[in-house]
């Protein structure tokens, strides 16, 4: 449920409530805001008096939550796109037809009868990548694969909104096309981490030693895809 916190000096945070089966308050920052885990038996009163408590931190982490977010993707000439961790510049030319994307050099050019269809370009150019992606990550598959002794899993392009790939019972793997932004040694760990899961269908310690094993530094892949997603995300 969505609720609002008064603070003393006026300020006034919305929050959302979740109550569950535990014993203590979690409370976490997302790009929806604040989201406030309870127990199921505390009275709200004591709860805001404690979220109150914690004003401070949920104010800076609130700001420093929008500070991060970055701007939407502007589809127009000169803007940087990035293949495989290497920057791109668009080129949008006025043509008396439609073309698809051609990458030349360092930049993708395309030529469109109206250069102010946004839409259009968008469509063309996320089509482009998402061919580079499916060739890329074909590419890649079969080779971590057979480190890991495994026959290569059907290979899927995902939309996800909030997840670089899965892998289901059915043998097939999904990767994110937008992973086609990334600097390969991040595509890799993506690859690494879903092939793991057709030995260890969850996250124990086993399954993070089988991605261990096809991955060694993947810790620090973690830790920069995470940095890097919400560039990656902009686009589509």
């Not at 030995?199 to 096809?214: D, I, Q, T, Y």
């Amino acid at each position: 449920m969505q609720y609002v916190l008064a603070l003393p000096d006026g300020e006034q945070i919305p929050y959302r409530l979740e109550r569950r089966a535990r014993h203590t308050i979690g409370m976490k920052i997302t790009v929806d805001g604040l989201i406030v885990h309870a127990p199921l038996r505390i009275r709200h009163a004591d709860l805001e008096a404690l979220l109150r408590s914690k004003a401070r931190w949920i104010t800076s982490k609130l700001k420093a939550r929008q500070a991060a977010v970055v701007p939407e993707f502007e589809w127009r000439d000169g803007a940087e796109l990035h293949l495989l961790g290497q920057p791109l510049t668009l080129r949008i030319a006025p043509s008396s037809r439609n073309s698809s994307p051609k990458l030349e050099g360092n930049a993708l050019k395309i030529a469109t009868t109206n250069i102010h269809d946004h839409t259009m370009i968008a469509r063309k150019v996320i089509q482009w990548l998402q061919k580079e992606a499916r060739l890329d990550f074909a590419r890649r598959l079969p080779i971590f694969a057979a480190r890991l002794g495994e026959p290569t899993p059907a290979l899927l392009l995902s939309n996800a909104k909030t997840r670089w790939g899965s892998c289901n019972s059915r043998r097939e793997v999904r990767l994110n096309w937008r992973l086609i932004q990334a600097p390969p040694a991040l595509i890799n760990y993506v690859i690494a981490h879903e092939l793991a899961h057709l030995r260890e269908m969850n996250h124990s310690a086993r399954f993070w030693a089988v991605v261990a094993k096809l991955y060694p530094d993947y810790p620090a892949a973690e830790q920069a895809l995470k940095a890097c997603s919400q560039q990656l995300y902009r686009l589509g």
